[in-house]
């Protein structure tokens, strides 16, 4: 069984059609970029697998007991909240829906550790978000969703906004993340991402699937900006 099964998948917001009979199978270990013009529908999709929007028509099958983490998209995150980074990553064990009283384990506070070392940032623990770089924040937020230990990662534009040494380190993260779990990412950054993705899925209303082993036509993705 495929770790998501889009079949037919069409979404409206009123009388607009965002989705359109959309396909997607998503594979375990793949790393699949999701690209396409602004307004095109990558969000809708992302959106559409963790079921906060539901299908006007066909469906979306996530196989049972797969554990998804989600990276937002930067701007809708408040990087002025006081919260250092040891609160936010811990914030990702957070159960939901949150219980009343709810209060942190033990091995909340260990896992949270091991995943700060992990990504070589435990020496920003105790630094206020808002003193982290772009890239610095980004890493932070990556950690958050993967101290609940995810099989499929998802990012809605990771690495909008940063310098390209940032976006770099980002994706040699999300290469050596693949080992352990699926990636599906959301992004513009072709010309970075056809060194690290191994699907290509274009969205624009509707959705075609390229491999990156294809002699892809790079520059006729990149007329669709
Ligand atoms: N809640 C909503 N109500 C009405 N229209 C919406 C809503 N959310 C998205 N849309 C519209 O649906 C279309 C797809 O939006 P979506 O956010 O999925 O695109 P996107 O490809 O993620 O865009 P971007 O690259 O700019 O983030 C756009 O035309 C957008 O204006």
New binding site residues.
Partial sequence: MSLIDIRDLTIY??S?C?LDHVNLRIESGDFVGIV??????????V?SIFGYIQPHEGSVTVKPNTVIGYVP?FSTFNPHFPINVFEVVLNGTLPSPIRYFYHYTEKNKADVKAILNQLKITHLTKKPINQLSGGQLQKVLIARALVTHPDLLILD?PTASLDVDAKEDIYRLLAKLNKEMTILL?S?DISMMKHYVKTFAC?NQSLHIHDNNDQLDFAHFEDLY
Avoid: M, W
């Fill in positions: 917001y009123k607009y965002a396409g013009p602004n307004g095109s529908g990558k969000t809708t999709l959106k998209q534009e959301v513009h969205v």
